[in-house]
């Protein structure tokens, strides 16, 4: 990548991140709420919080129905890369950082495909991630989940979230 196509990643990574002051919103457990500009979208999610979890994460399931996903929380940000393995169904997933913004969007990733696919977009000067949103691949378009959005959930730390919970 040339350091003009770096430094437009990077502009457009830094306008897309920096998302709206978010309102506050009634948290679920078992839902995540995406807000953003010009819509909102919640997701009833399964929760996947120990490293067992995450490791088993969807692999081998047969479906997953529309509208509906698995919500990754890791300990503490850090960087992270998925991959495929045993995962039967497209995926998309949605790469969340501690503040609650949607960083970087994956779509329909392969199943059973072993390559990594990073939780952040080259140049994203801040690529430690908290939170993995996985959605049936396609429902992160139809659910107008985007970079920059923001996500209100309980378990993201309240005192530097976009979007607290009341």
Avoid: K
Wanted: proline share 10%; hydrophobic share 50%.
């Amino acid at each position: 990548m040339t350091l003009r196509a770096s430094l437009a990643v990077a502009t457009l990574l830094l306008t897309n991140s920096s998302p709206l002051a978010a309102q506050a919103a009634t948290c679920l457990a078992d839902q995540a709420l995406f807000q953003g500009r010009a819509s909102t979208a919640s997701v009833p999610v399964e929760i996947a919080d120990t490293a067992e979890e995450r490791a088993r994460g969807l692999m081998f399931r047969r479906d997953l129905p529309a509208g509906q996903g698995m919500l990754f929380i890791y300990e503490s940000p850090q960087p992270v890369s998925f991959w495929m393995r045993n995962t039967l169904i497209p995926l998309d997933m949605i790469f969340i950082d501690a503040r609650g913004a949607v960083r970087h969007v994956h779509a329909m990733a392969r199943p059973l495909d072993e390559t990594a696919i990073p939780g952040a977009a080259p140049g994203d000067p801040a690529p430690e991630r908290l939170m993995v949103l996985e959605l049936p691949g396609g429902d992160a378009a139809r659910l107008g989940i985007v970079p920059g959005m923001v996500l209100a959930h309980p378990r993201l730390p309240q005192a530097t979230a976009l979007a607290p919970c009341d």
